[in-house]
């Protein structure tokens, strides 16, 4: 059985810190790719983050020089370290796992909130 757990998430006030993880079972890790989305009110699901298996990594615009995503496959461990936060980064932030195109998991997602 598959399960991404994400930990991590609360309130924080504009310019704070926080660093989400995202706990991973049930999959080879390694082979997978981990991608971070997030989830406004009203708003869809966007990409925010993501990290291949050989370690390259992609970020929306909005979160370049803000945020940094990393992964421990000895742990089957992602993190997103979150810093500079904005109110705009308020949301659900969930995890993914993708296998190529065939295989996609998500987690159930915690709360981030950012206050001005």
């Known amino acids: 059985q598959v399960q991404l757990v994400e930990s991590g998430g609360g309130l924080v006030q504009a310019g704070g810190s926080l660093r989400l993880s995202c706990a991973a079972s049930?999959?080879?890790?390694?082979?997978?790719?981990m991608n971070w989305y997030r989830q406004a009110p009203g708003k869809q699901r966007d990409l925010v983050a993501g990290i291949s298996i050989d370690g390259s990594t992609n970020y929306a615009d909005s979160v370049k020089g803000r945020f940094t995503i990393s992964r421990d496959s000895a742990k089957n461990t992602m993190y997103l370290q979150m810093n500079s936060l904005r109110p705009e980064d308020t949301a659900i932030y969930y995890c993914?796992?993708?296998?190529?195109?065939?295989?996609?998991?998500w987690g159930q997602g915690t709360q981030v909130t950012v206050s001005s």
């Open positions: 049930g999959i080879t890790f390694s082979s997978y790719t």
């Open positions: 993914n796992a993708r296998y190529a195109l065939i295989r996609s998991y």
